[in-house]
């Protein structure tokens, strides 16, 4: 069951992604060369939302599906940290997608989205090789 569920949710995230443009490679490409506003409206959109609900979810006590405590704990910002933002941010202004939005650009027939794909399944993968060996 919860696998039909996270497929449905899935699904409706691709549409609202597709349909909101934000999975738009020229959308994201005016966005890194601040030609307008739109996707940063919809990521400030996204983070306000996002506070709220953390909030509402911290305030109701609400537990996870497996009726387990959710644990909330920041993380500490370090070099890693910042090197891997800055690695994420290159890719995503090269390819124009992030990983919510390469399956969503798959679904609409962006093809060239599978080599974002596996140049991300690759950078995951290469990670976990050196994860043991980061500070």
Known sequence: MNN???IVLGSIFGIILTESEVISWFRIQKMFRFEEPYMYLIIGTAVITGIIAVQLLKKLKVKSI???????SGKDLNKGTVIGGILFGIGW?????CPGPIFA??????????ATFVGAV??????NLVKSKLP
């Open 4 to 6: 039909i569920v996270s």
């Open 66 to 72: 497996s009726n387990e405590s959710l644990v909330y």
């Open 93 to 97: 202004a090269i390819t124009g997608a």
């Open 105 to 114: 650009q798959l679904g609409a027939g962006e093809f060239a989205a599978i």
């Open 122 to 127: 690759v950078g995951v993968l290469l990670f």
